[in-house]
C-alpha cells in the first residue's frame, strides 16, 4: 500500500462537535412530470454549506442549487428525463451522467460531446435511462476544482418492482482537504501528488456533512446505496457487528453476496448497493470504519440503534436478487481483443521515464505510450475503434505503483478475471479498480456509438494523462 501524502486522516480532532447526518430528502427545484418527460433545473453556483458542524464555520462550496451534495434525482427506469443546467459559476462546467448508457451527445464531456456551458449560460440534458440502479452527476470541466469543491449529486433510477425493504437509504461519501477553519484548501492539481495517489483529503463527509451517527431500529433492512464521490480517496467499509449483503454494484445488480472479509471496496465513483439487516442490539452503536490506508482507519459514522424493541422478531426472507437490466451479454467466443496498459506516475518501474522530464515531481500518465490530459477537448484521436455491435475484451494492465478506478463512459462491462484468475461473481460494473500490477479483463458489447472516453477516476491521474478514446462506430 503506497503512503498517501499529508493527509493522516485527522477526523476526530477536526470533528469534535459535529452535528449528526441529517439527510434533506426533499429536492429542490422543479420536478414535475409531464406525459413526455421528468423536468428537474439545476444550478451550479458556489454557496456555503455546514461541512463540518456547528461549531466550525461555513465551508465556502461549488454546488448545485446550492447544497451538497446537490439534490438526489430519482427517476424510473426508461422513463425520459430533461435535465436543465444553469451555470452560476465563474468558470465553464458541463454534467456528466456517470454510468448512464446514454447517447453520446448527452455525455457532458466538454469539447468531445458538447461545447462547454458557459458562466451564465444553461444546457438542457435529454435522455432514458434503460437501466435501474444506484448512479451518480458530477462536472467533466475542470474537474478537480469543481468536484473537488462540491459539485456532485446522486442520480437513482428505481426498479419497475424494487426489492422489499424498510428504508432505501443513499450515503453519498465525499472526500474534502479541509484547513482548521473548515475551508476548502488551495493547491489542486499539486504535480507530486498527481503523480502519487491523487489529493486525498482529511474529512470525509456522508451527503455533505460529518456524520457522527445515522439512527436505525433493530429488526429493520435497509438498501444502503454507497457512492464514492471522492477525488481521490479509495474506502474499504466495514460495518461492526453486521453483515451486508450486496446486491448492486456500479447500478447493476449482481448475485447478491457477502463481501471478501466483509469489506466494501470502493475506489473512486464507484457505487455498491448492499441490503442490511440491523440484528443489532436496541441502544447500542456500532461504528462503520473504513480501513483501506494502511495505519490509516477511521470511523466514517456509526449506526446508532433506537431504544426500542425489534421491529420484526427474525430478519425478512426471500430472494435479495435484484431485476437484471438489459444489457446486452458479449460472446467471449468471437470477441475482439485489445491491451490497453496503464503507465507513469511515481516508482513507476518498468523505466517509462515520463512525467521526469522538465520539472522534478512533475506527474504523467499514459495509456498505451499516448498521454491524454485535461477533462475532454476536440479532437481527441481514438486509441482503438471498435465495431458497432461487436463484443470486445480489454485486458487493463496496470503496470504502475499506484491504484486506478478505470472509468468507461457509456457502457457497462462484465469483469470477467483478476490476473488471470475467474472473478466470482463477474459483476457489471462501470469502474474497474486496479491494484498496482493487476491486470483485470473486462468485456462488453460496443452497442452504443460514439467516442467514449475511458479515464482513471482518481481526477489527478486523469487529468495528467490517464485518459483515453475509444470510438465505437
Ligand atoms: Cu464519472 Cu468521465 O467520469
Ligand atoms: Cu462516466
Ligand atoms: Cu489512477
Redesign the pocket.
Known amino acids: 500500500m503506497t503512503a498517501i501524502g499529508p493527509s493522516a486522516i485527522s477526523r476526530r480532532s477536526l470533528l469534535v462537535g459535529a452535528a449528526s447526518a441529517t439527510i434533506a430528502a426533499s429536492l429542490p427545484g422543479t420536478a414535475e412530470s409531464s406525459q413526455t418527460a421528468a423536468e428537474f433545473r439545476l444550478v451550479a453556483a458556489p454557496a456555503r454549506w455546514p461541512i463540518v458542524g456547528k461549531s466550525y464555520p461555513d465551508t465556502n462550496a461549488w454546488c448545485y442549487d446550492g447544497r451538497v451534495p446537490g439534490p438526489e434525482i430519482r427517476l424510473r427506469q426508461g422513463e425520459p428525463v430533461r435535465i436543465t443546467v444553469e451555470n452560476g459559476l465563474a468558470d465553464d462546467t458541463t454534467v456528466?451522467w456517470?454510468?448512464i448508457r446514454l447517447p453520446i451527445a448527452m455525455d457532458g464531456v466538454p469539447r468531445l460531446t458538447q461545447p462547454p456551458i458557459r458562466p451564465g449560460e444553461s444546457f438542457t440534458y435529454e435522455f432514458t435511462s434503460p437501466d435501474a440502479g444506484t448512479f451518480w452527476y458530477h462536472p467533466h470541466a475542470n474537474s478537480l476544482q469543481q468536484l473537488g469543491r462540491g459539485m456532485a449529486g446522486a442520480l437513482i433510477v428505481e426498479e419497475l418492482e424494487a426489492v422489499p425493504v424498510d428504508r432505501d437509504i443513499l450515503w453519498l461519501l465525499s472526500d474534502w482537504r479541509l484547513t482548521s477553519d473548515a475551508q476548502i484548501a488551495s493547491g489542486f492539481g499539486n504535480p507530486m501528488e498527481a503523480a502519487m495517489s491523487g489529493r486525498v483529503g482529511n474529512t470525509v463527509t456522508v451527503n455533505g456533512a460529518v456524520s457522527d451517527e445515522v439512527t436505525v431500529r433493530a429488526g429493520e433492512r435497509i438498501r444502503l446505496r454507497l457512492i464514492n464521490g471522492a477525488l481521490a480517496r479509495i474506502m474499504a467499509l466495514r460495518f461492526e457487528g453486521h453483515r451486508p449483503v450486496v446486491v448492486a454494484i456500479d447500478g447493476q445488480p449482481c448475485d447478491p453476496h457477502e463481501p471478501e472479509r466483509g469489506r466494501l471496496l470502493l475506489g473512486p465513483a464507484m457505487r455498491i448497493d448492499v441490503v442490511l439487516d440491523m440484528q443489532g442490539e436496541p441502544g447500542r452503536h456500532y461504528r462503520v470504519v473504513d480501513d483501506f490506508y494502511d495505519g490509516l482507519s477511521y470511523w466514517l459514522t456509526q449506526l446508532a440503534y433506537e431504544d426500542k424493541p425489534p421491529l420484526r422478531a427474525h430478519p425478512l426472507e426471500g430472494s435479495l436478487a435484484l431485476a437484471r437490466n438489459p444489457l446486452p451479454e458479449p460472446d467471449l467466443a468471437a470477441a475482439g481483443r485489445h491491451a490497453l496498459a496503464l503507465q507513469g506516475g511515481m516508482m513507476g518501474g518498468g523505466g517509462m521515464g515520463m512525467g521526469m522530464q522538465g520539472r522534478e515531481h512533475e506527474a504523467t500518465w499514459a495509456i498505451n505510450g499516448h498521454s491524454m490530459t485535461g477533462d475532454g477537448h476536440a479532437g481527441m484521436a481514438p486509441l482503438l475503434t471498435l465495431q458497432l455491435g461487436r463484443s470486445y475484451v480489454l485486458a487493463i494492465r496496470n503496470e504502475t505503483a499506484f491504484w486506478h478506478p478505470v472509468?468507461f463512459?457509456g457502457h457497462s462491462f462484465r469483469v470477467l478475471s483478476r490476473n488471470g484468475s475467474p472473478v466470482p461473481h463477474r459483476q457489471w460494473a462501470?469502474t474497474v479498480l486496479l491494484p498496482p500490477k493487476e491486470t483485470v479483463d473486462v468485456a462488453f458489447v460496443a452497442d452504443n456509438p460514439g467516442d467514449w472516453m475511458l479515464h482513471c477516476h482518481v481526477t489527478d491521474h486523469q487529468v495528467s494523462g490517464l485518459m483515453t478514446v475509444l470510438r465505437v462506430a
Do not use: L
Open positions: 456528466h456517470h454510468g472509468h463512459h462501470d
